[in-house]
């Protein structure tokens, strides 16, 4: 059984399009992620929600829009996609919030902006 | 403003080598410290955390050190295997209620 799972794994599309990305957990943890990693490399925090509630909102441009319906799903929506938004986008969770707690990941979607 | 660095050119070692992977930080005070693996086309594995009053985290051929002095975590992986090959992140927390900031990771060559 896949602990994080995100669909789809892999989303190519024009620029000025709206996508969806859809993220769930089934280890039963309160704390859910979005994070951005660039051609780089660089794992870049996004968002983090904890039960449902939005704790951290880094620096994101408010095209993007997370939803947690219930505590085991996290969705990220993108408006408007530019070139820039191409990267691999990681779901992860962890127990509680914190500094101190493991992050269980995805296995990361790949946005390709045409 | 805070600065990870983690050696970004690969480390290339022969197996059954101990390999040594180096996480620095500045203007940063972490509390805790965690280690990831991240193989190609595949999300990080949580592997060690180490908390500031511990000097050394161990975990079976893994070992883990940090030192606030240096602002330096060192990672260790003792009897290297190919398997072992992959990216290795470093991702220091200040406190407790705060998020985790990884650095960029050192990729790692074990060569039978």
């Known amino acids: 059984d896949t602990a994080v799972s995100q669909t789809p794994k892999y989303l190519v599309t024009q620029m000025g399009n709206d996508k969806s990305i859809k993220c769930e957990q089934n280890l039963g943890h309160d704390t859910m992620y979005w994070y951005k990693q660039d051609s780089k490399k660089f794992l870049k925090i996004m968002f983090s929600y904890n039960n449902k509630e939005l704790i951290i909102n880094e620096t994101v441009p408010n095209r993007f829009s997370p939803k947690s319906p219930d505590k085991a799903h996290l969705n990220l929506h993108i408006n408007s996609l530019e070139l820039g938004d191409s990267a691999v986008y990681f779901c992860?969770?962890?127990?509680?919030?914190?500094?101190?707690?493991?992050?269980?990941f995805g296995d990361g979607t790949r946005l390709s902006i045409l | 403003s805070q600065k990870i660095e983690q050696n970004s050119e690969a480390l290339n070692i022969q197996e059954g080598k101990t390999a040594t992977l180096t996480c620095n930080y500045t203007?940063?005070?972490?509390?805790?410290l965690q280690w990831y693996r991240q193989d190609p086309g595949r999300g990080p594995v949580f592997l060690l955390l180490i908390r500031e009053n511990e000097k050394e985290k161990r975990k079976e051929r893994l070992k883990v050190t940090f030192d606030t002095t240096l602002k330096q975590s060192l990672f260790h992986i003792t009897a290297s295997q190919p398997a072992d090959s992959a990216t290795y992140l470093c991702?220091?927390?200040?406190?407790?209620?705060?998020?985790?900031?990884f650095g960029g990771g050192t990729r790692l060559m074990v060569k039978p």
């Open positions: 992860a969770s962890s127990p509680r919030i914190g500094g101190n707690q493991p992050q269980h």
């Open positions: 203007n940063y005070s972490p509390a805790y």
């Open positions: 991702a220091p927390s200040p406190y407790a209620g705060n998020m985790l900031t």
